[in-house]
T-cell receptor, first 114, second 114 residues
Framework: DSGVTQTPKHLITATGQRVTLRCSPRSGDLSVYWYQQSLDQGLQFLIQYYNGEERAKGNILERFSAQQFPDLHSELNLSSLELGDSALYFC?????????????FGSGTQLSVL | GDSVTQMEGPVTLSEEAFLTINCTYTATGYPSLFWYVQYPGEGLQLLLKATKADDKGSNKGFEATYRKETTSFHLEKGSVQVSDSAVYFCALSDTNNAGNMLTFGGGTRLMVKP
């Protein structure tokens, strides 16, 4: 168990809908990362937050947004969903922002857009 | 930008065989290099890391050496076990990035047969 909790584990929805994925980092970790894993794109970095502030942004679509709350949990909001958004979404956390940081990954949320 | 290239899988080996999974990278700064492993239905776990040239990371019988001259970080294990069956990801974290996010290779699936 990595200590990173993601809910829900599975999500099935329809095109055009909006969903929210939730992540609770390990106790004491200030950094949260979101990744998308799909068969064609592999593991793609979406966004990073550190202590409530956006730290870095990757290949995140404008239809997607995220935030980190004062209690350090994070939410990833996906709107106007398309079939191609079906993927496994991982959250990870780390203590800080150093390049040698070890990231701890949750078990992911499997999103299916029908 | 940064990128990581891994040998494509699946790699199928018999128990006690020697394993090599090739990984090469390009980076604009001074990267740290990582191998993560993903077991079925789970998130990624750090297997080993190396933070500077000629460093050797090792864990659970796996080894990888940071070769700056060949921009490589190949994963090796002398004798694989059935329990090593998983997907292995090579990754880097670059000092030139705003955050410390990981850039991943495409992953290599390893299947070990008894």
């Amino acid at each position: 168990d990595s200590g990173v909790t993601q809910t829900p584990k599975h999500l099935i929805t329809a095109t055009g809908q909006r969903v929210t994925l939730r992540c609770s980092p390990r106790s004491g970790d200030l950094s949260v990362y979101w990744y998308q894993q799909s068969l064609d794109q592999g593991l793609q970095f979406l966004i990073q937050y550190y202590n409530g502030e956006e730290r870095a942004k990757g290949n995140i679509l404008e239809r997607f947004s995220a935030q980190q709350f004062p209690d350090l949990h994070s939410e990833l909001n996906l709107s106007s969903l398309e079939l191609g958004d079906s993927a496994l979404y991982f959250c990870a956390s780390s203590v800080g922002t150093g390049v040698n940081e070890k990231l701890f990954f949750g078990s992911g949320t499997q999103l299916s857009v029908l | 930008g940064d990128s990581v290239t891994q040998m494509e899988g699946p790699v199928t080996l018999s128990e006690e065989a020697f394993l090599t999974i090739n990984c090469t990278y390009t980076a604009t700064g001074y990267p740290s290099l990582f191998w993560y492993v993903q077991y079925p239905g789970e998130g990624l776990q750090l297997l080993l890391k190396a933070t500077k040239a000629d460093d050797k990371g090792s864990n659970k019988g796996f080894e990888a050496t940071y070769r700056k001259e060949t921009t490589s970080f190949h994963l090796e294990k002398g004798s694989v076990q059935v329990s090593d069956s998983a997907v292995y990801f090579c990754a880097l974290s670059d000092t030139n990035n705003a955050g410390n996010m990981l850039t991943f290779g495409g992953g290599t699936r390893l299947m070990v047969k008894p």
